[in-house]
């Protein structure tokens, strides 16, 4: 490769950049400029290689190939406390945040400052800290009580304590990687106009997303990569959805899925008075009550936190329920374990797919095997068999376009957060079972993979399966609904046909300000 030079234009250079792991190459012979002052949004793929090029800005990776310039000074940026030094920070798309320290004690990790005890021991001076971080969070705009426990607090307040480390340490080139992958439609609203804030404020930010619209809302410009490459450079204003999304995975794109009139037919899944409670004895899920037919897909709306995921793990069995019942086929499972309700017809894709849904450590084929190890003919006499094993991995990588480096032996754990949820679709669509419950099927996934995955859903619905779908995205329960039950504080405010929703009367049932005249929870049959 030629060395090329740098113009002294820019705040941040990678000029030429190459990164191959094992089986893979990363990252091809990329160059992009940075402005100072400008939100520069990095559009890909999952796996195009967006997360790599920055882990290599913030000195977690260094680059095989090309050169680093910050400010027009050729760098070499070997760890992220040296990036820190340059004034580079980064939020990570899974946060890295000590869940029994304060928020405060998160933020000064590493940078802690001191007093002296008695004149000569040197301590944390922790007051100072929680004055300081609560100066900083006023300033801007990400007010948080620097004395709460990370275990304590919800997503959103986690976002924000990972943009104060940044902000506590002075950093001036923000890095976000899929900064709104965990956030409701009304925290993405928020942190977005933090975003435009920081830049209004001199703060140069890199945007990696594969979101379209959020570019769109905040980006100067984008960079798309596709499958390592850089595929081009574009001012963002005038801009097309369309266009960039046809860049970004090499094709058209349906933006808004394609669906015929739902045949219901006779009842999968019913759920009556249905009460689920925390370990403080509080109820999370109250008296809800709810039919879901074959061939009907059947979503439960609400902000983040109100209780549809306890509904959704009750009836996956991950949760049991205090009072109520939760009938499959007319057959009770209320107190059935989960093996048992998975043999009886129910396939489960979670909330948390590292914490629930995956075994980072096992190999993607095992990971893909995990339903059926224990059946023929994954099993024979106690003993796996290994080629079966391979062939069910095989079949579904291709089958769900999951990338990873080594195919079936790839560690989940090294795979990127998008590709690990193609995997765990994949295995539970195959189970082949009549109820489907999909919690957030989406998150994380570029407008491509959703695409797809849409289509799987209503292919299931046209199969027959009964579909429980839990979604975050309005424009995803919108467009794939034939049944909406909005939920909030953990009761139904109303269910209804999806073409009786409006955008507005959804959002006001969501926030508790709309009351249904139906009794709460009632059924939808």
């Known amino acids: ?25 990363a990252n091809e012979d990329v160059t992009i400029r940075i402005r100072k002052g400008e939100i520069y949004a990095l559009l890909g793929e999952n796996g195009a290689g967006k997360s790599t090029l920055m882990s290599m800005l913030f000195g977690m990776y260094e680059p095989d190939e090309g050169e680093i310039f910050i400010r027009g000074k050729k760098e070499k940026i070997t760890s992220p406390s040296y990036a820190a030094s340059l004034n580079i920070g980064m939020v990570h798309q899974h946060f890295k945040l000590v869940s029994n320290y304060t928020i405060a004690q998160n933020i000064i990790l590493g940078a802690e400052p001191t007093k002296k005890l008695l004149g000569f021991i040197p301590i944390v001076d922790e007051a100072k800290a929680n004055r300081e971080i609560a100066e900083i969070s006023r300033q801007y705009g990400l007010e948080v009580d620097p004395t709460a426990v990370i275990e304590d607090v919800n997503v959103s307040t986690r976002q924000r304590v990972e943009i104060l480390k940044m902000l506590y340490r002075n950093a001036e080139i923000l890095i976000f990687d899929e900064p709104t992958a965990v956030l409701t439609p009304q925290e993405i609203d928020s942190l977005l106009g933090i975003i435009r804030a920081l830049r209004d404020g001199g703060k140069t930010i890199i945007l990696i997303t594969h979101k379209l619209e959020e570019i769109r809302q905040v980006a100067d410009r984008c960079a798309i990569l596709r499958r390592g490459k850089l595929i081009d450079v574009r001012d963002v204003p005038g801009m097309d959805a369309r266009e960039m999304a046809a860049l970004m995975v090499g094709h058209e794109v349906q933006l808004t899925a394609e669906k015929s009139a739902a045949k219901f037919g006779d009842p999968v899944l019913e759920v009556s008075h249905l009460v689920v409670e925390n370990e403080e004895h509080f109820q999370t899920v109250r008296d809800v009550s709810f039919t879901v ?18 509904i959704a793990d009750a009836v ?48 993607l084929r095992d990971n893909l095997g995990l339903k059926d190890y224990h059946k023929e003919p994954f099993q024979k006499s106690g003993m796996l068999n290994q080629p079966v094993f391979e062939e069910n991995s095989e079949k579904l990588i291709d089958g769900y376009d999951i990338r990873s480096a080594n195919r079936g032996s790839t560690m989940v754990r090294s795979m990127s957060g998008g590709n690990q949820q193609k995997a765990i679709i994949g295995r539970e669509i195959e189970q082949d079972a009549s109820l489907c419950i999909f919690v957030q099927p989406t998150r994380g996934l570029d407008i491509g993979a959703i695409e797809n995955i849409h289509r799987q859903i209503i292919a299931e619905r046209d199969k027959g399966k009964a579909v429980l779908l839990i979604s975050l995205e309005l424009d995803e329960v919108t467009e794939l609904s034939d049944t909406i039950a909005v939920i909030y504080s953990g009761a139904f405010g109303r269910i209804a046909p999806a073409e009786d929703y409006t955008t507005s009367m959804l959002g006001e049932y969501m926030m508790g300000v709309a009351k249904d005249n139906a009794k709460n929870g009632g059924g939808n049959e």
Do not use: C, W
Not at 2 to 17: A, K, L, N, W
Not at 293 to 310: K, L
Not at 322 to 347: F, P, V, Y
């Open 1 to 25: 490769m030629q060395t090329q030079t740098t113009t002294g234009d820019y705040i941040v250079e990678m000029v030429g950049i190459t990164k191959r792991f094992p089986g893979i190459i």
């Open 316 to 363: 996956a069995g991950r949760l049991k329920a205090k009072s109520g019942t939760i009938r499959l086929h007319g057959q009770d499972i209320t107190n059935m374990s989960i093996r048992q309700r998975t043999l009886a017809g129910i396939s489960y894709i979670p909330e948390d797919r590292q914490q629930v849904g995956l075994i980072l450590d096992f190999t």
């Open 293 to 310: 037919h074959a061939g009907e897909i059947f979503s439960i709306a609400g902000v983040s936190g109100n209780g549809q995921t306890e």
